[in-house]
Each structure stands twice: as structure tokens, then as C-alpha cells.
């Protein structure tokens, strides 16, 4: 990505300090903004960078259809005009970085059998911790701050995200396959929320029809069996937990044994390359949805 290409962000970070409402960004901040409140409304674009793509548009179809709207995914001004008056606060805001906020960092080597060697599998890097602390590209993260060392102390320009997690019990979850897409219902049927999904492919298929929640772990270990793979190491292997873990942060646990509903260590990937069968969101999205849903929870893959 090219300076060039985030100045405008650039020129909406300088005055993003007011309401969404009264900037009126337009072009590339107004794709920003929009990045922004959708994932405010749990309508998640993945990870939030300023640039139009799949995963976006998908949010779009969702806001328009949980605000009656017609479905088309396209960011017209009537959408933006929801979007705008269901939350006003500033789109950035200034973050004092704190010593916890990038503690824990680690060098993470590639490779299942390497990785198995640490005993946790943090961040890599503070940029790292801070970019999936605020839903961002460390691309974009970097570039509104193109003079920081992200250090604790310092204070930098961030993305303002969603502030509260899902308040209604998720129900009924479906994976549609086809538009790589997670969805979250509510007991009455309501949309609570979308996420986009790196799902199977041909040759590792997720699977198909209706299954359960079992369990779910906020922090998990990773164990891998060789047997019946068609992939990875030849021998069982355990990796310990922490964001750069293979299953990211939180692991939901289906009752279709060695699936699951996972995060991932590469938010840049969701929803533009394939799994081996599970259901990948970015760790804020899986942390979000692990949280909304309990054992019984019915999943449904179409």
C-alpha cells in the first residue's frame, strides 16, 4: 500500500474529532467511515483499512436489511445516513499506549512443529497488538501514525470501534458457505450480527447441515492429530494458546468432532482464502460471537 493511497484517511484523521455526522467525509474517507460504524453495529467488515472489497460490501447487505433498507450492498448516501445516525461519536480518537496493551510480544516461528516449542503465542509485534486491539490494518495503524514507535507512553491516533459486545443470546448461527458469511440470531429471529468467514474449500470441504455449539474456549491450546489428515506435520503436536495460536483466541466447539468456529493469527485473510473445514473470524469477531453463545447453540452450514 502506497502513502498515497491512505492521504485522505490521513486528511479525515486530522479532523475526525467531531461527530461522523458534521465531517461528511466523502470517496475513500467515506469508506472509512462507513468501515467504522459498521463494525460499531456489528455488521463487521473485517479487518477496518479504508478500502472497498468483499467483505464490506457484505457488511452493506447486512445493515441494509436490518434496517429495511433494499438489499444491494452498495454505499449510498441513504445508507450512510443510517449508519451516521446510529452512532455519533468520533470515528478516531487519540490512545495512550499502556504497558499492557503490548506486553507478552514474541517472536512466532512459521510452522506448526516450531511453534510448538513456545509457551505462548502472543503478538509479535506492539503495531500487532494495537491494530487488532482497534479492528485495523497494521498497514493503516502505521500510516496514521507514520512517526511512532509504539511504545507505552505514547499516544496515537486509532479507530474509535464497537464499544459493547453482543447483548442479546445468540440462538442460531449460520455459516453460509457460498457468500463466506457468519450470521447470529437472536430466539425471535432477529439479524444481531455478521461476520465475514474464511471457510472450507473443494479439496478440505466444511461441512454440511445443522449442528451445536459444545463448548467454547476463550483461550485455547491447539492440538493437532495427524490421523485422517490430509495435511500438516506426521506426528500430534500442542500449541499454546495466545492470538498467533493456529485457532487465534476463542475456539466454539461443534458437535461435528474437529470442527469449529475459530480466530486467526491473519485477520488480512478472512474471507479471501480457504480453510481446512473450520470456520475462521477475525479473533474480535470470534471473542465477540464465543462470548453471545452458550452450549446448544444450533449452527447450521448451507
Known sequence: MTFRYFAPALALAATALTSPASAQPTGPDR?????ILLDRQHQSPGVIDGREGGNTRRAIRAFE????LPVDGKLDDE????????????LLIDHTIAPEDIAGLVKVPS?????????????????????????????????LNPDASFVAGETIRVVR????????KVARIEVDKA????????????????YPGTIGSDQFPSPDGEMEVRAVAPAPTYYFDPSGREWGPDK??????????????????????GYGIHGTPD???????????????????????GKAVEKGTVVTFS
Open 31 to 35: 469508506m472509512l467511515e462507513a468501515q
Open 65 to 68: 436489511q436490518s434496517a429495511g
Open 79 to 90: 445508507v450512510m445516513q443510517r449508519l451516521r445516525a446510529a452512532s455519533t461519536t468520533p
Open 111 to 143: 510452522g506448526m512443529e516450531a511453534q510448538a516449542s513456545l509457551d505462548h503465542l502472543g503478538f509479535e509485534t506492539a503495531a500487532e497488538a494495537l491494530a487488532e486491539k482497534f479492528h485495523m490494518s497494521q498497514a493503516f495503524l502505521r500510516t
Open 161 to 168: 470501534p464497537r464499544e459493547t459486545e453482543l447483548t442479546t
Open 179 to 194: 457468500r463466506s458469511e457468519v450470521r447470529a440470531f437472536g430466539a425471535d429471529g432477529a439479524l444481531l450480527a455478521i
Open 236 to 257: 500430534r503436536l500442542t500449541i499454546a494458546a495466545g492470538p498467533n495460536n493456529p485457532v487465534g483466541g476463542t475456539w466454539i466447539d461443534l458437535t461435528k468432532e
Open 267 to 289: 485477520p488480512r485473510l478472512i474471507g479471501k482464502t480457504a480453510s481446512h473445514g473450520c470456520v475462521r473470524l477475525t479473533n474480535w469477531d470470534a471473542a465477540e460471537l
